[in-house]
């Protein structure tokens, strides 16, 4: 069975930082896009972060770009989301999602539809 587990999650001031982590199992999947994204309450989920299957192509919601940092390790089946300098707009339920369609490719989908298998989320919590 495919799993994706977050974990990392918390309350943090403004300013501070968090790391999220996404452990894969039930399959490998280093050679997927993997990608984070996050739902605030009456919102709908935004994509935040996304990492081709080898990391060497990334990309990012503006809102995050210069704090966040999309990384993998292939070896653990893990992707992990550094969030530095957080506002309380960052706030919400933060998802890790994997797209098993597209092996070995260079495309990053940034929209939900783009990803074919979700984790069931990790709260985020910025206090001002």
């Known amino acids: 069975q495919v799993r994706l587990v977050e974990s990392g999650g918390g309350l943090v001031q403004a300013g501070g930082s968090l790391r999220l982590s996404c452990a894969a199992s039930?399959?490998?999947?280093?050679?997927?896009?993997m990608g984070w994204f996050r739902q605030a309450p009456g919102n709908e989920r935004e994509f935040v972060a996304g990492s081709n299957w080898s990391g060497s192509n990334t990309d990012y919601a503006v809102s995050v770009k210069g704090r966040f940092t999309i990384s993998r390790d292939n070896a653990k089946n893990t992707v992990y989301l550094q969030m530095n300098s957080l506002k309380p707009e960052d706030t919400g339920v933060y998802y890790c999602?994997?797209?098993?369609?597209?092996?070995?490719?260079?495309?990053?989908?940034?929209?939900?539809?783009?990803?074919?298998?979700w984790g069931q989320g990790t709260q985020v919590t910025v206090s001002s």
């Open positions: 999602a994997a797209d098993l369609r597209r092996a070995y490719s260079d495309y990053t989908p940034i929209s939900p539809d783009g990803y074919t298998y």
């Open positions: 039930g399959r490998t999947f280093r050679g997927y896009a």
